[in-house]
DNA sequence: GTTTATGCAAATTCTTTGCAATACT
DNA sequence: AGTATTGCAAAGAATTTGCATAAAC
């Protein structure tokens, strides 16, 4: 349902998840949209943004929000597996392409999972 | 290395580890033992455990820290796959004993892997 | 007796909330 | 016009830090 309206922070926020590529932190954004947009309103975008599948997002192993662009979700079902590979060194995290089968777990109703692989990225490599 | 004295604070923390089951969250056992032990003390105590191999830590979905008796983890190597169970509904968090194969990505060197499944537990399923 | 651990208070960081003002359709 | 959206300030929650005191080896 495209419930959310095409406003002009939300369309610079669409714009900044078009011109980068891996998951971007919450806080990160924030910053980096100050002082043209409120932190509240950046935060409440996100939100918004993801209730209605445009993107996606999950925990990294800091525990902080990281947001992505999603490929292939809507607003009924978005939270497939999302593997996700984190850099220990620069913390640049993307988005895998890997396809991951959620184990069953006896007695559990599995909803979705969440895999993070943590690492050294290829520019760190070196 | 033994570098972890016994203290009473520190025996304290075990014995909650050996008496609970699944992963626990740093803020609960900071609820929990206080005012006996103090706040600071209590992540303390957990980090040094972490470093000493005797427990292991992740972020679960809600970001916030959980630490789990570590079974076969040393300090040299305490950061194995370690998939983990959390029930969407009552918040409790397993720790699975699933072998998790972490799979490789290319031009990247994965050192470990958080597999997180995110569902409904054997309670909340009826 | 030296080193490690603890307590306390304060600071930090990320995120959320309430409410009035504003922009979108 | 009517509803969704924004800004601002303040609150909240989890975790960390500095430093003086106390306990462990």
Redesign the pocket.
Known sequence: MG????????KTLLDVFDHSNGAL???DL?KQLQ???????????L??LEDDGIIHSF?DNE???RYAKCKGCDSSQHRDAHPHFQCRDCGKTECLSLDLSVPAVPNHKVDRAELLLIGQCEDCLL
Chains 1, 2 share one sequence.
């Not at 419930?3 to 939300?10: A, E, N, Y």
């Not at 409120?38 to 935060?43: E, G, L, Q, R």
């Open positions: 419930i959310v309206r095409k406003t002009k922070s939300v932190l919450s806080v924030v002082p043209q947009m409120n932190k509240t309103t950046v935060y409440r975008i939100e918004r925990k525990g902080l929000q």
